[in-house]
C-alpha cells in the first residue's frame, strides 16, 4: 500500500492529468489577445516575442513533461545541463529552421510524435527498454531528435499566423530566448519538487507512479492528436 504522502502525489498527478484533457484546446493555442498582436505585427517586437515565447513554454505541458521525464533521475547540475542543452540545440534548429523555410509540417502529426516522446521518457525511466529489450537506447541521441521534433511543434504553432518577413530573424530569436526562460522557470520548480521528494523514503514508490502517468499522459496527447488528424 502507498503512504499518505505517496497517495497524496497520486492524487495530484491524477487530477494533473484530468485537467490536461479540459485544456488541451488551449494550451498550445494562444489567447485572443496575442493572436491579435501576431495576426497584425510589423517589424521588430523583440520583448513582445520574447514574452510570448516564455508564456508558450510555461503553458505547453507536452514540453515539460517530457522535460521532467528527462530530468527526473539526474542527479548532477552538470548531466542536468548537459541534456537540457541538448533537448534546446534540438528544438532551437528546427525552430529557427521550420520557420525561416517555410517548412510545412502537419500540426497534429507533430504534436503526436511530442506526445510519443512523453511516453518513450516514461517507459525507459521505469526500465522499460532493459527489461525486453535488454539494454536502453542513448539517452542523449534520443534527447536531441527529439527535441527536433519539439521545435518543430513550436515552428507549427507560429507559422499559423504568416509572420511577416520585416524583422522576421528578430523576432524568431526573441521568441525562442522566450521559450529558453521560460523552460529554466518551469524546470527549477519541476527540480525543487523532485529533489524534495528525493530525500524522503517513499521516492521509489513516487517515482513508480509519477512515470507510470507520465506515460498515460503521452498516451492521452497521442489520442488527442490522431483524434483530431483523422477528424479534420
Not at 539517452?139 to 507560429?158: C, E, N
Not at 525562442?176 to 526562460?181: D, H, K, T
Request: aromatic share 16%; charged share 10%.
Amino acid at each position: 500500500m502507498f503512504s499518505s504522502s505517496n497517495r497524496l502525489a497520486v492524487i495530484v498527478m491524477v487530477l494533473c492529468l484530468v485537467g490536461l484533457s479540459a485544456f488541451d484546446a488551449v494550451a498550445h493555442g494562444v489567447d485572443e489577445s496575442t493572436r491579435l498582436f501576431l495576426l497584425n505585427n510589423t517589424g521588430v517586437q523583440f520583448f513582445a516575442f520574447m514574452y510570448i515565447g516564455a508564456k508558450h513554454m510555461v503553458t505547453g505541458y507536452d514540453h515539460l513533461l517530457f522535460l521532467a521525464g528527462v530530468i527526473f533521475f539526474l542527479y548532477k547540475s552538470r548531466d542536468i545541463l548537459l541534456y537540457v542543452s541538448m533537448f534546446t540545440l534540438g528544438h532551437s534548429l528546427t525552430l529557427l529552421f521550420g520557420v525561416l523555410s517555410d517548412i510545412q509540417v502537419n500540426a497534429y502529426i507533430i504534436d503526436a510524435i511530442i506526445g510519443f516522446s512523453v511516453v518513450y521518457k516514461g517507459f525507459d525511466n521505469l526500465g522499460g527498454f532493459k527489461r525486453t529489450l535488454g539494454f536502453s537506447p542513448n539517452a542523449k541521441v534520443a534527447v536531441l531528435i527529439f527535441g527536433l521534433f519539439h521545435g518543430f511543434g513550436l515552428a507549427t504553432k507560429l507559422q499559423e499566423f504568416q509572420l511577416p518577413q520585416d524583422g522576421l530573424l528578430a523576432n524568431l530569436i526573441a521568441f525562442n530566448l522566450g521559450v529558453e526562460l521560460g523552460q529554466f522557470a518551469a524546470l527549477t520548480i519541476i527540480l525543487l519538487v523532485i529533489s524534495f521528494w528525493r530525500k524522503h523514503h517513499s521516492f521509489q514508490q513516487f517515482s513508480t507512479a509519477s512515470n507510470t502517468l507520465l506515460m498515460s499522459a503521452g498516451f492521452m496527447l497521442i489520442g488527442f492528436q490522431l483524434t483530431g488528424y483523422f477528424t479534420s
